[in-house]
T-cell receptor, first 110, second 119 residues
Framework: KNEVEQSPQNLTAQEGEFITINCSYS?????LHWLQQHPGGGIVSLFM???GKKKHGRLIATINIQEKHSSLHITASHPRDSAVYIC????????????FGTGTLLAVQP | ETGVTQSPTHLIKTRGQQVTLRCSSQ?????VSWYQQALGQGPQFIFQ???????GRGNFPPRFSGLQFPNYSSELNVNALELDDSALYLC??????????????????FGPGTRLTVL
């Protein structure tokens, strides 16, 4: 069982729709990262959360520490949002290694 | 653009061969992590280097080894390649926080990856 799980694995939306991707983790973490991966491999960091909520443009990320759950929301989705969205957990200790979920493949259709 | 580059972009090797993958980080990024991403999976942590010393290792055999250099570049070496080593290899660099040393909240800057195919 993966320590970090995401749902759904695949998501197809129409342009303009509100999108939610969920992430749950099994043990306490120090930080939760949301990342975006485009075809071809490049990964870009979107958010780092340790509590509460963060917003950047049309993207909103929330985390509930007690429930060990985080969500990534995309408002007014656009075809250029199509990508794989990955959540990853940082568990502390002497490294900043990340434990990744398997990703959510999002396709936004015009 | 994250300022992190990797070479080569693609590589084809045969089983049993050895391979060296390279990563060049931004100036000042003294922490680099390497990840292996199999098709359809999330990246898996291989190891991390901090100030040129190994600073943590994932569940990978000793034939996976690394080096980090003072000029913020690093290498991943894989000996005795196996078919299952076919994957996208990603490096990620970061700068230490105010307290010094890698922290889970550090922003990580990923390179574009090297796609390795083992035949």
């Amino acid at each position: 069982k993966n320590e970090v799980e995401q749902s759904p694995q695949n998501l197809t939306a129409q342009e303009g729709e509100f999108i939610t991707i969920n992430c749950s983790y099994s043990v306490g973490i120090s930080a939760l990262h949301w990342l975006q991966q485009h075809p071809g491999g490049g990964i870009v960091s979107l958010f780092m959360l340790s509590s509460g909520k963060k917003k950047h443009g049309r993207l909103i990320a929330t985390i509930n520490i007690q429930e060990k759950h985080s969500s990534l929301h995309i408002t007014a989705s656009h075809p250029r949002d199509s990508a794989v969205y990955i959540c990853a957990a940082g568990y502390g200790g002497a490294t900043n290694k990340l434990i990744f979920g398997t990703g959510t493949l999002l396709a936004v259709q015009p | 653009e994250t300022g992190v580059t990797q070479s080569p972009t693609h590589l084809i090797k045969t089983r049993g061969q050895q391979v060296t993958l390279r990563c060049s980080s931004q100036s000042g990024h003294n922490t680099v992590s390497w990840y292996q991403q199999a098709l359809g999976q999330g990246p898996q942590f291989i190891f991390q280097y901090y100030r040129e010393e190994e600073n943590g290792r994932g569940n990978f055999p000793p034939r996976f080894s690394g080096l980090q250099f003072p000029n913020y570049s690093s290498e991943l070496n894989v000996n005795a390649l196996e078919l299952d080593d076919s994957a996208l290899y990603l490096c990620a660099s970061s700068t230490p926080g105010l307290a010094g040393g890698p922290r889970p909240a550090d922003t990580q800057y990923f390179g574009p990856g090297t796609r390795l195919t083992v035949l």
